[in-house]
């Protein structure tokens, strides 16, 4: 008897290898409601299921189609490719549909979605990490290789491979009569074939963009099993555009801006500008500019930000709007002409409409598909052709020539450019902005902005029973360590396990107990420094009889003499319970001092600038002001040429060169000054006059000194400075933690959270080997290594811990700790070890973060021999690799540092 499939475990396992985003993961629990509800066997009946789907998700009106249609709205560069690679995946491994057909509105996204679904080898792949169609692929039927009938001989030879159609709306209706027309080699019509499976399922991307149009109707006569659609504006095109009656899920721009998963919005202006002393041909000169000057102040930053963090280079470029291709062909002989920043942006633009024929649009298109990583082109002027399926992640500067604040914050404007390009925030307000050019529009757009329906309005919270907010009261609670409980039954705050039998506690009387908590105060003020030996320096008999004295003092000093009336406490006893307890529970965890020993010089190597013919700055009149349009936030890019003048143009640059710790300028005055010289030569090269030389140095002098001194950091030399390390405490007594908790988000440690991205907000109990009976994690791949290290399989853990606040001393930036997710201590060693999601491993804080535990593992296996005799080691381990077969021994041959 075949063994039931557990449906929960499954949607988890998509999750975690497809790293889902908490609004794909949940958008996937949605699907796997609907599903319960539906009996793929049976034909449906709409109305009581509508009814069913209404009473759990009532934004559902109607399913608008004579078949279960139901629509998720994702935000632009949210990821909704991937989430139909997660739907497929769901309905293919529970078993219900191995037939779908993906639905496209146009060539561009088509050819997208060919490529996601059909190249393993891209890192957009939509199925990279599960693991059953890596080793059966699906089978891809597209509009252009449907005639050769593979979908069809490949269900009939191996019967097991999902088959996924994908097509656009054009190719069907070109195509309809071959694709109604019957074929021998398949026995019937493609279309009749495809409408006679039982278990078909569609999916539609951009659902928007074919609501309205007549040739889609035929589509949905393939009448499919479930119609899964997707888009960013749930609401139809044209003059009058109508809500969907079907939205099943929304997660919109404002939450994807707030939750960090798409660029911030903002707009620009000149200080003090007003549009109406300009006529309309003006007016755009001066909004070129000005984005001119913006993208050359982001390209600057981004090749900054590449330097200082050794990732990938951005390339970005700027977008102008044009009216129509009239007005997009002036622009482009504006741009470059020679009057045009003395023609610095020739052949560095290009032009996309409809009217572009032959080689000049094979070109435009041909750099459109390359503009993320060729760096030939900064300006991309377009008439409305760079619509949905356009995915490009180095669009920074947006000019909307002649637009309304209303078609400024449309999605179809700002979504294009929302994309990350790292794919997440960097912290770097450069690299996290998309920034519109408004000047004409400036006051209108933020005034749009503060809109109720504003794509860019501030965060909303849904409140109540499945939302985002629960109106279940929160508590703070306090969770000692288990040893306490056993010594004097007050540990937690929180309930023992249903099926746990709790111990009578050693010492019952407040006396005894009092003594128990003087005796854990005074071994953390006093010996965790003294006793160089470590932990096991308690056992001794010496060190007992002393605490017990300190311990004695104090609760005399604190109770007064009771002789007669209470009974004496047994100081003696109560200090070895305690002293036994914390040797058994505690892994030993030295704080370590690290300092040079000795004084050290550092200084500069000569050498030359390379690598600064990217720099093309232009002199600028005005301070430019910067908006942001969901927290108002507002920066100025650069002050007027005004002020007192300097008398070598180099100190506009040398002067902020000073300003940098490591440069003494007293002895290094000759290279600030070469440098900034060929800086200043380097801006002779491309501008007309020694005035504009002046203006760009002064207006970007901070930024020229950051090229430079990006450069000065690859030739910092210093004397090699002698670090010795001091051990100030040799191990440290375990604390009490601090959690917020719900009474309904109690879990055992076994089991996982739903959804598993609200993994955080719950408190799980258990842990034979842990010190501590509940747990916080801040991810389930966190919860998951717990329960591995805690399982009685891993024979070698003795015990672990999840370190709580200030349990290390890791400095890992300059006044910035490290805390790391887990030490572990096995019988030959203790781990630090640092769970991460597989796409955040090589991210610059991670890398720091090990850098430094590394670091100080080195420091603390100096002081082994003082202590228990176990050396230190630290993994950096992917979540990815915390499966069901996984072994701690495992994940250390691949991820353990020595």
């Not at 390379?610 to 908006?627: A, C, E, F, N, Y």
Request: aromatic share 8%.
């Amino acid at each position: 008897m075949a063994e039931p499939v557990n449906e929960t475990r499954i949607r988890r396992q998509i999750a975690q290898r497809l790293s889902l985003r908490a609004p794909q993961e949940n958008a996937l629990t949605i699907l796997g409601d609907v599903l319960a509800k539906m009996d793929f066997a049976q034909t449906s009946d709409l109305v009581e299921l509508l009814k069913e789907i209404q009473g759990q998700y009532p934004s559902v009106q109607s399913f608008e189609r004579d078949f279960p249609s139901l629509c998720f709205a994702l935000a632009t560069g949210v990821g909704k490719t991937r989430l139909m690679g997660a739907f497929i995946a769901f309905l293919y491994l529970t078993g219900r549909s191995k037939n779908f057909f993906v639905l496209a509105p146009n060539t561009t996204i088509y050819n997208k979605l060919v490529d996601d679904f059909s190249k393993q080898s891209s890192p957009k792949y939509v199925f990279r990490g599960i693991a059953e169609f890596a080793q059966t692929p699906p089978i891809i039927v597209t509009g252009d290789t449907w005639q050769e009938g593979r979908g069809i001989r490949g269900s009939d030879l191996f019967g097991s491979e999902a088959i996924i159609n994908i097509f656009n709306v054009d190719k069907i209706n070109k195509e309809t009569g071959k694709i109604r027309s019957f074929r021998e080699t398949l026995g019937d019509s493609y279309f009749d074939y495809l409408s006679k499976l039982p278990d078909l399922v569609m999916l539609m991307d951009e659902a928007h963009r074919y609501r309205a149009k007549a040739g889609a109707n035929a589509i949905y006569e393939l009448d499919p099993k479930l119609g899964l659609e997707l888009t960013a504006t749930p609401k139809t095109v044209g003059a009058s555009p109508k809500d969907f009656k079907n939205v099943i899920y929304n997660y919109g721009l404002g939450n994807a801006m707030a939750d960090g998963f798409v660029k911030e919005p903002a707009v620009a202006t000149r200080a003090d500008f007003r549009a109406s002393d300009y006529d309309a041909q003006s007016l755009e000169r001066i909004m070129l500019e000005d984005g001119v000057h913006y993208h050359e102040h982001v390209k600057n930053e981004l090749e900054l930000y590449s330097r200082e963090t050794g990732r990938r280079r951005v390339y970005p470029f700027m977008l102008v709007v044009a009216q129509d291709t009239k007005h997009a062909k002036d622009l482009r002989d504006q741009i470059e002409s020679d009057d045009f920043f003395a023609g610095a942006y020739k052949g560095r633009v290009i032009e996309v409409h409809s009217n572009l024929k032959g080689e000049e649009s094979d070109e435009a298109m041909q750099r459109l598909v390359t503009l993320e990583h060729a760096g030939d082109t900064d300006i991309v002027i377009h008439v409305n052709k760079l619509k949905e399926g356009w995915d490009v992640t180095n669009l920074y500067t947006i000019v909307p020539l002649r637009a309304s604040a209303s078609d400024i914050l449309t999605e179809q404007t700002l979504g294009r450019g929302l994309r990350l390009p790292y794919g997440e925030r960097t912290g770097n307000e450069a690299v996290d902005t998309l920034t519109v050019i408004a000047h004409d529009r400036f006051d209108e757009v933020i005034k749009k902005a503060r809109e109720a329906d504003s794509l860019v309005q501030i965060k909303e919270y849904r409140i109540g029973n499945g939302g985002d907010i629960s109106t279940e009261p929160e508590t703070i609670i306090k969770v000692e360590p288990k040893f306490v409980s056993d010594l004097t039954g007050t540990g937690s705050e929180l309930p023992a396990a249903s099926d746990s039998q709790p111990k009578p506690p050693i010492f019952t009387t407040k006396e005894e107990r009092q003594a128990v908590a003087t005796t854990i105060d005074i071994i953390r003020d006093k010996y965790e420094r003294q006793l160089k030996g470590g932990v096991n320096e308690l056992q001794k008999p010496e060190v007992q009889q002393q605490i017990a004295k300190d311990v004695q003092r104090l609760t005399q000093a604190q109770q007064g003499t009771l002789e007669g009336i209470v009974a004496p406490t047994d100081f003696a006893k109560v200090v070895a319970a305690v002293v036994t307890s914390i040797a058994e529970n505690t892994i030993e965890i030295p704080e370590i001092v690290i300092l040079p020993s000795r004084e050290v010089n550092f200084w500069f190597e000569d050498f030359d600038l390379t690598g600064i013919s990217d720099v093309r700055l232009q002199p600028i009149s005005d301070k430019l002001l910067i908006r942001n349009l969901r927290d108002e936030s507002q920066r100025e890019l650069a002050r007027a040429l005004e002020g007192p003048k300097e008398s070598q143009v180099e100190n506009y640059l040398v002067k902020h060169l000073m300003d940098y710790p490591q440069v003494d300028y007293d002895t290094q005055a000759d290279l600030l000054y070469k440098l900034a010289g060929q800086m200043i030569d380097h801006l002779r090269s491309y501008l007309p006059n020694e005035q504009d030389v002046e203006n760009v140095a002064l207006a970007h002098g901070k930024m020229l000194a950051q090229r430079i001194f990006a450069q000065m950091k690859l030739h910092y030399r210093e004397t090699p400075a002698d670090y010795q390390a001091s051990k100030t405490r040799s191990f440290r007594t375990l604390q009490p933690q601090h959690y917020s908790h719900a009474a309904s988000k109690l879990l055992p440690l076994t089991q996982a959270a739903t959804p598993l991205s609200a993994t955080p907000s719950f408190v799980f109990q258990g842990g034979a080997k842990s010190p501590y009976q509940f747990h916080k994690f801040d991810s389930d791949p966190e919860r998951r290594f717990a329960v591995l290290i805690d399982s009685a399989f891993e024979k070698d853990v003795l015990r672990w811990l999840k370190p709580g606040y200030n349990q290390f001393r890791i400095e890992y930036q300059s006044g910035k700790r490290y805390e790391p997710d887990f030490v572990v201590e096995t019988v030959s060693e203790k781990l630090i070890v640092e769970i991460k999601a597989e796409n955040q491993m090589t991210d610059p804080v991670v890398q720091d973060k090990a850098r430094a535990a590394k670091e100080w593992v080195k420091h603390a296996n100096q002081f082994v021999a003082e202590g228990d005799g176990k050396t230190w080691r630290y993994a950096l381990i992917s979540d990815q690799a915390i499966n069901e077969s996984a072994t701690l021994a495992g994940l250390l041959a691949k991820f353990g540092s020595h």
